[in-house]
């Protein structure tokens, strides 16, 4: 019940083209995990299942997993704190939850660009600047939104305009979402300390595999170690690319925005590989249906297109069948536009569980990325 209180409003502050629907669903947020923060510092709750855990009935499998993580995240959301401690608690959630907020509307909400001469845009494939036209003064604007900013830093031949490019898409959400990120670090510590953890990444870790911030660190020590020799020498071969192109000499340090750029040039080299060929077999629309099928194929279902009634006209929606059953559904929403979600990530709409009167509600999911938009992308 959570859950579904909680996910799809999320979705919808990130996703819907409507500010006011967007700003109405935000307003969800504060009071389910307002809710889950009340419901964690329960004690008549905690006392019904530190009872059962004391009977030391024999549990195995999920059942024993289950009744191990709620009691230990019983103490990790602060139930053993003293009351005025809780309500500090309480606080920090609160503004922790508020300011996360605020950061992502600015990462959606955030659109910088730039204006080029049209020959900066040698080098992108013929859609692309067929899809960017010349405005009436003289120039071409680019946009941070995944469509422009990718194909631009990597096959633009003009590294100038590439950088400046770079530079905007890295700085998104501005001064603001740094004053933002301070404030939430600092939050994030507070909170830690004041559930006995020394740091908010021994906090965030321990339920996971790594189990401490320690472990992690010595693992990402291994791994540098192993992989210094080989990284040195594909540091290497792309800086011999830098050079060979005439973009500067090996005493350079290379800027990031290079990166994609120089990876490109690199296997157009040695392995005669054009990207942009390949491409052309990766259309959107095909791809799509590729996975689908695959997919299909490999767990033995059916995808069966229904009418979406979704957030935007582009959204799409699949029911998933095994055999004469319907286990699920998903929503495929593919295409960039502004105020939405600005990556490509995978969205909980209703969670599955086994309601009250016996009936199986099943999953619902959807998939958000930023591909070219429909127009841009025929």
């Known amino acids: 019940a959570v859950n579904s209180a909680a996910e799809f409003p999320y979705l919808m502050g990130v996703a819907h083209p409507d500010a006011a629907v967007r700003e109405a669903a935000k307003r969800c947020e504060p009071k389910t995990d307002a809710f889950i923060t009340s419901m964690w510092l329960d004690a008549k709750l905690a ?54 907020q605020e950061f992502m509307t600015n990462i959606a909400s955030s659109q910088a660009s730039i204006e080029v001469r049209p020959a900066a845009l040698d080098g992108l494939p013929k859609e692309y600047v067929a899809s960017h036209p010349v405005m009436e003064n003289g120039r071409v604007k680019l946009t941070t939104d995944y469509p422009d ?32 990120l301070e404030q939430i670090l600092k939050l994030r510590s507070d909170k830690a300390k ?55 000499k090996k005493t350079d340090k290379l800027p990031q925005s290079e990166r994609y750029f120089l ?26 249906k590729g996975l689908m099928d695959i997919t299909a194929r490999m767990y033995g279902l059916t995808y069966r297109e229904v009418p979406a009634r979704a957030w935007h006209p582009d959204v799409t929606a699949y029911e998933v069948w095994a055999g004469e059953e319907r286990i699920g559904k998903f929503y495929f929403d593919l295409y960039s536009r502004p105020d939405k979600y600005k990556h490509a990530a995978m969205f909980t709409v209703r969670t599955a569980a086994r309601l009250p009167d016996g009936r199986w509600q099943t999953p619902i999911a959807a998939l958000e990325c930023n591909g070219a938009p429909r127009a841009q992308a025929a």
Do not use: C
């Open 194 to 248: 004041l559930l006995g953890y020394a740091s908010w990444a021994d906090y965030a870790i321990e339920p996971r595999m790594a189990k401490s911030s320690k472990n992690v660190r010595d693992f990402l020590e291994k791994v540098r170690v192993a992989l210094n020799k080989a990284s040195k020498a594909e540091l290497a071969e792309l800086m011999a690319e830098h050079v060979l192109l005439g973009h500067g």
């Open 47 to 100: 006392s019904v299942l530190k009872a059962y855990a004391a009977k030391g009935d024999a549990l195995e499998g999920e059942r024993a997993r289950l009744l191990t993580d709620v009691l230990r995240d019983f103490r990790r959301n602060g139930l053993d704190l003293a009351p005025e401690k809780q309500e500090t608690l309480r606080k920090l959630n609160a503004e922790i939850t508020k300011l996360g």
């Open 149 to 180: 900013y990718f194909p631009f830093i990597t096959y633009a031949k003009d590294r100038k305009a590439a950088q400046d490019l770079f530079a905007l898409f890295m700085n998104r959400g501005g001064d603001q979402n740094v004053r933002l």
């Open 263 to 288: 990876e490109d040039r690199v296997r157009a080299r040695k392995f005669k590989f054009n990207s942009q060929e390949l491409s052309a077999y990766f259309e959107i629309g095909a791809v799509k």
